[in-house]
Structure formats: C-alpha cells, structure tokens
C-alpha cells in the first residue's frame, strides 16, 4: 500500500507564497512513482491538474516538469529523492488558487494530466487566498 501525506496549506494574503509538501511512503516509491502529480478542487468544481514531475527519467517534450497554464511561473514544483518527498513552491498567490491540493501518484496507471491517470491520491491540504 502506497501513503501520500500532503503538508503545508494555509491561509495567505493575495500575492503571498505558500509550499506544500506530499511525503510518500509504503512500497519503494521508484516502483510506482513514473511522475508524481499536484492537483486541486476547489468547491463545486472539478479536481484540476496544477503540475506533475518526472521521477525516473520520464520526460514530457523533453521536460521533466509540467504546469497548467494557470498556475505557469507563479508555482514551481520540486523533489527530494532521498526524502521521497514532492513539492509545490507557490508564489504570487491569487484568490482564484483557493483550492484543497492533492498529491497524486500514477501506480498502475499513466500518470498524465487528467486525475484518472493517478492510482494513489493524499488526503489533500487547504489552501485559502484572501483577497
């Protein structure tokens, strides 16, 4: 069995910076950790894809990170091998980030963009931008 633990939501003011965590822990993450993936839900709407990371040499064009276009050069998304920790560098925060975040890893599966491409889910962290 596979443990995702995210850390680090908060409440922050518009403009702020706030860092997630997501810990994993169970099997030898390598094994199923092709790419480890940040996504978000905010009330009433669809859990969205913020960013993913490359943890065995997969790439996407050639690129080992990948953001919506949404959150592009506000956030920054990171790892620690050794800590087999992921994590999500937000800056410039807009009341529009307002959102429970969840880490994600594929399993099984493919590990993309769309929230069933992830086997293994957190149990996520809020995350409130006041205006």
């Known amino acids: 069995q596979v443990q995702l633990v995210e850390s680090g939501g908060g409440l922050v003011q518009a403009g702020g910076s706030l860092r997630l965590s997501c810990a994993a822990s169970g099997r030898t993450f390598s094994t199923y950790a092709m790419a480890m993936g940040w996504f978000r839900q905010a009330p009433g709407m669809e859990r969205e894809f913020v960013a993913k990371i490359s943890w065995s040499g997969r790439s996407w064009s050639g690129r080992s990170t990948y953001y919506a276009d949404s959150v592009k050069g506000r956030f920054t998304i990171s790892r620690d091998n050794a800590k087999n920790t992921v994590y999500l560098q937000m800056n410039s925060l807009k009341p529009e980030d307002t959102a429970v975040y969840y880490c994600?890893?594929?399993?099984?599966?493919?590990?993309?963009?769309?929230?069933?491409?992830?086997?293994?889910w957190g149990q996520g962290t809020q995350v409130t931008v006041s205006s």
């Open positions: 994600a890893a594929p399993g099984t599966k493919v590990g993309g963009s769309s929230a069933d491409e992830y086997e293994y």
